[in-house]
């Protein structure tokens, strides 16, 4: 057996990450007449271009161009869904910082300093920023979902207990370490290359060809690396893209475009904001009969991806429960604020946010442990296991997760602890809750589940492997790398991954969906095998043997009695003219849904998991601290747990930034003020808890024919941090009881905690500081 799948094998490009020496699109080598790119952007929320005088830009130095709507030969619009975002502003203005032109100089200082000059004269309109005010407008970039099952306002209305709140869910900016960037380089016969920072080069080739009047063969796109993503680079990218290229291919010189910080936290997208406001009728124990849940998020000016992002925190307000009469209303809010996009969970965070929260709030109406009152809603083995979406939850593992959890994590002991705790300290008070992840793994754009790869062996031994996939830091090169490498039972050393393509594996699916080993890693062990039968036949053919008496491991190939290194099975089916390249193509089976109706089989499985989380609260500043994680999650049969542990922890703690320091806000005229580090708090190390226990679930490969029973691990653990929040809320409770807990929202900031606090009770305030700490 090669070991090579299933092994904690180091990132392909760690050495490079930690040296210095990788790669990105920022570190391409630019040719001497390279032009720099700098935008003009809006600077109010909403109106009309009354008028524009860019003859000080144009005059400016080192200016060679100014490009606006008018020069854009094809399509102005890199939107790829509704095609509703331009390029550049036309005569409407939809948001604070919308492109409305772009310099083009011999150098980016000269190019930023040229956009300054520009005189633009608004007539203002009046602008919707919020998600309040967008409802009472009926201001909708697409029409409301309701996705229903059952008669949940009858049986609301008749149950012995009732309960009616919400919950407000802050966004999130993807705060990449490396920011939007596209280089382009005009080709022969109007064609352009463009290196893009992006998930999705096929789209970003697409919109590039549409922008430029052009067809997809005239455009390549690749993408060796990107410094993060985390769905800010899926639909985002285009726009820089589509600038670079049509810059390049009007001048004729290579175009380089890279936004600052402060202009990329303006000018893209974040995680959408929701307001979700829930009836529940239940039992005294907790149990949910009926609910009625409205979700409402700000989509910003245009359509990009709220469609999908909607649906899916349709599809994962459920969780972990078993809802047999709902009804989930979804609005999806059009404000005069940038377009929000996909950001990883792509909505089901803030789903499961929603349906948290109604059961955290019923267990303190009933002053019950939260955990008793989630247990009592799971979904059941056998019964009870119909999603409101009419998917039957086949392999539920949530019942095995959080009993293993609260057993290894000492929970009933340490929440009674916390209880002594909080009776004894006025100031500090201590939270713990444990929350459950069931998440649906699958585009629900069905159209979405495909991949393609390219192997080709050469005749040292070596092989080039190509997929569809972005690297982003995840580790996707790895995983597929060592699927190929095991298919021919050799060192991982031997494959080479190169860069995304669009030349070489065309139409590919976003990696994105956390779908990128499950699509890309089957695509390439097809292509393998088409090469391997190939060699398995020539074998058999030279060596009068069957096929099974050849075996490919540790290097070599066994044929018969007879033994000889791959490099040279290989030389000789060469000699021999047997092809040694193939491409291979993989969709996800199973799959089904209805979009007229909401239901279907969107998901080819789930990947499960729950987090034990403890913090402490200084009630007199809002201060918080995550004291101890345990993490329990469940991955199939990893592929590589050093890279899967990775994910887990880095998905938590982004998980928990969103929900307790990253705050965006807008003030009155719609202008973003959080857009740099100096006011946009992500989590730092020291935001890591000093004790982090973190586990993989043992002996649970996927019941699916996934690539070797694997799971996918990018965007579930990310809600593993909704147990931050809650434990936060439990800190509250102790501190300004049950309403106090019920009020705070998200992101739950020192002043956020603070206002939960001080909008219940006043008691905290009398009490003497007492030598405490967090």
């Keep these: 057996m090669n070991p090579v799948v299933n092994q904690p094998v180091a990132h392909e490009s760690a050495a490079l990450h930690v040296s210095g020496r990788a790669y990105y699109a920022d570190d391409i080598a630019l040719p001497a007449n390279v032009l720099h790119v700098a935008f003009g952007m809006s600077d109010i929320a909403h109106g009309r271009i009354k008028h524009m005088d860019l003859s000080a830009v144009l005059s400016a130095p080192g200016v060679v161009r100014v490009f606006t709507a008018m020069d854009i030969p094809g399509e102005n619009n890199y939107g790829p869904v509704m095609h509703d975002d331009p390029i550049f502003a036309t005569d409407i203005?939809?948001?604070?910082?919308?492109?409305?032109f772009a310099v083009a100089a011999n150098s980016i200082d000269m190019a930023r300093r040229a956009a300054k000059l520009a005189r633009i004269d608004y007539e203002p309109l009046p602008a919707i920023l919020d998600i309040a005010t967008a409802l009472a407008a009926d201001s909708f970039v697409l029409p409301t979902e309701t996705l229903r099952r059952g008669e949940p306002e009858v049986v609301i209305s008749e149950a012995p207990q009732r309960l009616s709140g919400a919950i407000s869910i802050g966004g999130q900016d993807h705060f990449y370490l490396e920011?939007?960037?596209?280089?382009?380089?005009?080709?022969?016969?109007?064609?352009?290359?463009?290196?893009s920072s992006t998930q999705h080069p096929s789209e970003v080739q697409h919109l590039v060809a549409h922008a430029l009047g052009k067809h997809a063969h005239d455009v390549v796109v690749q993408c060796r690396r990107m410094g993060g993503g985390f769905g800010g680079k899926e639909s985002q990218p285009a726009l820089f893209a589509c600038v670079a290229a049509l810059v390049a291919t009007a001048t004729g010189r290579p175009t380089k475009v890279r936004l600052d910080r402060d202009d990329d936290m303006v000018m893209t997208g974040k995680r959408h904001d929701f307001i979700a406001e829930y009836d529940v009728g239940f039992d005294d124990q907790g149990r949910i009969f009926g609910l009625s849940l409205m979700l409402a998020s700000r989509c910003g000016y245009s359509v990009d991806l709220s469609g999908p992002v909607n649906d899916r925190a349709m599809f994962h307000a459920d969780n972990c429960y078993f809802l047999e009469h709902v009804q989930i209303v979804s609005h999806r809010c059009k404000t005069h604020t940038v377009s929000n996009t996909a950001f990883r969970g792509f909505g089901g965070p803030q789903g499961m946010m929603a349906i948290e929260a109604v059961l955290d709030d019923i267990a303190r109406h009933l002053d019950l442990d939260p955990l008793a009152v989630r247990r009592i809603n799971f979904y059941g083995i056998g019964e009870r296991n119909v999603t409101p979406y009419h998917m039957q939850v086949e392999d539920n593992l949530v019942h095995r997760i959080v009993d293993d959890l609260v057993a290894s994590s000492d929970y009933t002991s340490r929440r009674t602890a916390i209880t002594k705790f909080n009776a004894h300290n006025p100031i500090i008070k201590r939270g713990i809750a444990l929350t459950p992840v069931k998440f649906g793994i699958s585009f629900t754009a069905t159209q979405y589940n495909q991949a393609g790869a390219l192997v080709q062996v050469y005749t040292d031994g070596s092989i080039l492997l190509n997929h569809g996939g972005t690297e982003m830091g995840q580790g996707l090169f790895t995983k597929v790398a060592q699927v190929v490498a095991d298919e021919f039972g050799i060192a991982l050393d031997q494959v080479r991954v190169s860069t995304t393509d669009t030349s070489k594996v065309p139409n590919t699916s976003a990696t994105a969906a956390s779908s990128g080993s499950d699509l890309n890693g089957k695509a390439a062990q097809i292509a393998a095998r088409i090469i391997k039968e190939r060699l398995i036949a020539f074998a058999v053919e030279?060596?009068?043997?069957?096929?099974h008496e050849v075996v490919f491991e540790a290097g070599k190939v066994r044929i018969g009695a007879n033994s000889l290194g791959f490099d040279a099975l290989v030389r000789d089916a060469y000699l021999a003219r047997i092809s040694l390249s193939s491409t291979g193509f993989y969709r996800t089976p199973k799959i089904h849904y209805n979009r007229s109706t909401l239901r279907g089989r969107p998901f080819f499985y789930f990947a499960?998991?729950?987090?034990?989380?403890?913090?402490?609260v200084d009630t007199l500043t809002g201060e918080n601290r995550i004291l101890r994680v345990d993490i329990l999650h469940d991955v199939g049969k990893s592929l590589n747990p050093a890279?899967?542990?990775?994910?887990?922890?880095?998905?938590?703690?982004?998980?928990?930034?969103?929900?307790?320091?990253?705050?965006?806000?807008?003030n009155n005229q719609g202008e973003l003020k959080t857009h740099a580090p100096s006011t946009y708090k992500i989590p730092a190390v020291s935001d890591w808890p000093e004790d982090a226990r973190v586990r993989l679930l043992d002996n649970t490969p996927n019941a699916e024919d996934t690539i070797f029973h694997s799971k996918a691990v990018g965007e579930p653990p990310l809600m593993l941090a909704i147990s931050v929040f809650h434990a936060l809320r439990d800190a509250v409770a102790s501190a300004a009881g049950p309403i106090a807990a019920m009020n705070l929202t998200a992101p739950a900031t020192p002043q956020a905690i603070l206002h939960a606090i001080d909008g219940s009770t006043e008691s905290v305030r009398n009490h003497a500081v007492a030598e405490e700490s967090v």
């Design 608 to 616: 499960y998991g729950a987090a034990v989380t403890e913090v402490a």
């Design 643 to 666: 890279l899967d542990i990775g994910q887990i922890e880095g998905g938590f703690l982004q998980g928990a930034g969103w929900l307790t320091s990253e705050e965006l806000w807008w």
């Design 542 to 547: 030279t060596y009068h043997v069957q096929a």
């Design 179 to 195: 920011g939007q960037i596209a280089f382009a380089l005009p080709q022969e016969n109007g064609g352009v290359l463009v290196h």
């Design 93 to 100: 203005i939809q948001f604070h910082g919308q492109p409305i």
